[in-house]
């Protein structure tokens, strides 16, 4: 059964630092979510993506995160310059239409900003 | 965004069906209710979905009220792999989920 994937399933990182987290979607998805979880708190939503560009974004993605798709099979969340409160699960999800479609999970990656 | 309330909490014996209950009250015509599971801290597992009528598929049913009020996740037989968090979503347009703090459900031996 097709499942999305995601690396690297953990990274620690320095305040400051830029990270870039993969994720390859489901291969005849199109379109491409990422949600966030902080220890012990609920699952928030980040961003969708279809068609090449962001189709929502919440208060949360600001200007230090970007998404792309840079070779038709990666879907990537870059953080410029991670922040402390950034320490999180990010999850990468993709589903085949919008609105009435199935999103389907990744397995995350724990990110650590120390 | 329509909301969803569910218990915080709830067990269910393992072998016996575990009726989890979700309220919607303010559903709109167009929305679908989904269900998601989240074991420990792995990704959200999608599980039914359904718009109007009662849903069935190999992990569960989906029992919808008439008016769309509310709905049960049912699990006919429970094991102790589905102690999870249960969410009960319901879809907005454009795709997003918003998760709420979900029902965590113990499966006991």
């Known amino acids: 059964e097709p499942e999305v994937t995601q690396t690297p399933s953990h990274q620690v990182t320095q305040m400051g630092q830029e990270v870039i987290l993969r994720c390859v979607p489901i291969?005849?998805?199109?379109?491409f979510y990422w949600y966030r979880q902080i220890l012990g708190q609920k699952v928030e939503f980040l961003v969708s993506?279809?068609?090449?560009?962001?189709?929502?974004k919440s208060e949360i993605f600001d200007d230090q995160f970007s998404v792309e798709r840079p070779d038709g099979s990666n879907f990537t969340l870059k953080i410029r310059s991670t922040k402390l409160e950034d320490s999180a699960m990010y999850f990468c999800?993709?589903?085949?239409?919008?609105?009435?479609?199935?999103?389907?999970f990744g397995p995350g990656t724990r990110l650590l900003v120390l | 965004d329509a909301k969803t309330t569910q218990p915080t909490s709830m067990d269910c014996a393992e072998g016996r069906a575990a009726n989890l209950p979700c309220n919607h009250s303010?559903?709109?015509?167009?929305?679908?209710v989904y269900w998601y599971r989240q074991i420990h801290s792995q990704g959200p597992q999608y599980i039914i979905h359904?718009?109007?009528n009662n849903e069935t598929n190999e992990m569960a049913s989906l029992i919808i009220t008439e008016d769309r009020k509310s709905s049960t996740l049912i699990l006919p037989h429970a094991t102790l792999r589905d102690t999870a968090v249960y969410y009960c979503?319901?879809?907005?347009?454009?795709?997003?989920?918003?998760f709420g703090q979900g029902t965590e459900l113990s499966v006991k031996p």
């Open positions: 999800a993709s589903g085949i239409k919008v609105n009435q479609e199935t999103q389907y």
């Open positions: 291969s005849n998805h199109l379109y």
């Open positions: 993506f279809y068609n090449n560009e962001i189709s929502e």
């Open positions: 303010t559903i709109s015509g167009n929305e679908y």
């Open positions: 359904g718009l109007k």
């Open positions: 979503i319901v879809s907005l347009w454009g795709g997003k989920l918003i």
